[in-house]
């Protein structure tokens, strides 16, 4: 059963400080179209611009995670993301007049609740997960970090353990069986620092908007009385104490293992910079920012591979061509021994598909190399611009009359060996429309399912009267 996607009814602020700015901002959540995804928009910057939730644009993991485009970023954006999954939500437009999310109480609590107030709207279009196809692994043998990827069809559950060496939190578990245990069990606990942090980063000044009120406090050592009442005045609070728990008494924990809960909660945030609902179980142990991000990337690393892989046909070579080689010979000024391609299967005005046979018998392996027989880099770029220019020239009523003449490659890859008895698949794409007998193209070759040759080519079509001028 397909599940569709869903958006909000309308749009809903939040207005708080940043916990490392100090800065007021107010944040609203708008319903956005489909297939949108999560995206942050500056408003207080000159043209609004757009920064995109995906893991591609993290700037910067050292407090919190920061996401950068087009000049402009947000930082914290992990709590403001995790509630927008826990409660499966695809596609949001957030507002922010400021640099950062409002830290509100440390959780996500409150932008669920404000989300809640304005409920949901289901969309057209399919929800598209990718379901995690065999058991993917991180490590950070210096954090001892471990964190991995399993298969489950049905669900996105979680499993987090942390372990700081410290006396007062132990070793700590939490865990959610499906996500929509969210709400009830992980929203609303809220970040923890240790009290040696806290010095730190208030002698740094870099919790500008740090308050009591937004997150635990843990105290794994000896405090004395000038100390607590130090910190008092700063917080400006009339006293505090260390509560039983090996905590500051500003607070109350919402449950035993608030901390372990809260290392999901991240964990959730981060990955949905991945792009793509995920189905799956995610275990992970010692886990923080910087590790989630390079999780996140290595899944969305393998979504990609497996996407390019889907939009490239099987070819079948029992099938009739589009132009077979005396056709493209009608239409290519090259010759033997430098046509480079020997039919074309598909073609249209923003794609063309074709298909080359190598084979022992071609002259250039007397020399590349003898004994070892490769077919040359350069002459697989040489086919997918031939391949390519069959497209540009189609666009012209006489093709015979012009020439394809190669402008610039860029991005370049050579990735697996071509050898005699592989037949090359060339797609080539357009990346703009033809301006001028000017194309700009993304090319890639295959041999069976690997990918063995990518380049951006810009070729142009000129006649062959102008090339004699």
Do not use: W
Request: proline content about 5%.
């Amino acid at each position: 059963m397909n599940v569709k996607q869903r958006t909000i009814k309308a749009p809903v602020s939040v207005s708080g400080t940043g916990l490392h700015t100090g800065e007021k901002v107010t944040m609203t959540f708008n319903p956005a179209e489909e297939n949108h995804g999560y995206k942050f928009r500056r408003v207080d910057l000159p043209g609004s611009p757009v920064i995109d939730a995906d893991v591609d644009n993290v700037t910067d993991t050292s407090r919190g995670t920061t996401i950068t485009e087009n000049g402009a970023s947000v930082s914290t954006v992990e709590h403001v993301l995790a509630a927008l999954v826990g409660l499966e939500i695809d596609n949001v437009m957030i507002d922010l007049d400021g640099p950062e999310t409002p830290i509100m109480d440390g959780s996500s609590i409150k932008f669920i609740d404000a989300i809640n107030a304005t409920g949901f709207i289901e969309q057209d279009a399919d929800r598209e997960y990718y379901h995690i196809p065999y058991n993917i692994h991180y490590t950070e043998a210096d954090r001892k970090v471990e964190m991995v990827a399993m298969p489950l069809d049905d669900d996105y559950r979680f499993t987090c353990m942390v372990d700081y060496n410290s006396h007062v939190l132990g070793s700590q578990h939490a865990s959610i069986s499906t996500i929509s245990e969210f709400v009830k069990e992980i929203a609303s606990c809220r970040t923890f620092c240790f009290l040696h942090e806290l010095e730190m980063l208030l002698k740094h000044d870099l919790i500008k908007g740090g308050d009591l009120n937004n997150a635990i406090v843990v105290v794994d050592k000896e405090v004395d009385e000038a100390e607590l009442a130090h910190l008092a005045k700063i917080f400006n609070r009339k006293d505090i104490k260390v509560a039983p728990q090996g905590i500051l008494n500003n607070i109350d924990l919402r449950y035993q293992n608030e901390p372990a809960r809260h290392k999901l909660l991240d964990m959730i945030g981060d990955l949905a910079l991945v792009g793509t609902p995920l189905k799956g179980h995610i275990m992970a142990a010692r886990p923080g920012h910087a590790a989630n991000v390079a999780f996140a990337k290595k899944i969305k690393a393998l979504i990609k591979k497996e996407k390019s892989k889907k939009r490239f046909k099987a070819y079948d070579p029992n099938a009739k061509p589009v132009y077979d080689t005396v056709d493209i010979m009608a239409k290519l000024p090259h010759r033997q021994p430098f046509l480079m391609i020997d039919k074309i299967m598909e073609i249209s005005k923003t794609h063309v598909v074709g298909v080359k046979n190598v084979t022992m018998n071609e002259d250039l392996f007397r020399g590349h190399f003898p004994g070892a027989p490769i077919f040359p880099g350069v002459l697989q770029i040489e086919g997918m611009v031939q391949t390519g220019g069959i497209m540009v020239l189609n666009t012209v009523p006489d093709p015979e009359n012009y020439l394809t003449l190669f402008l610039k490659i860029e991005n370049a890859r050579f990735k697996s060996k071509v050898v005699p008895g592989d037949t090359i698949i060339y797609y080539c794409d357009l990346t703009s429309p033809i301006r001028r007998g000017i194309a700009q193209m993304k090319g890639v070759g295959m041999v069976g399912d690997r990918i063995v040759v990518e380049a951006e080519l810009m070729a142009q079509i000129v006649k062959v009267k102008e090339t004699e001028a």
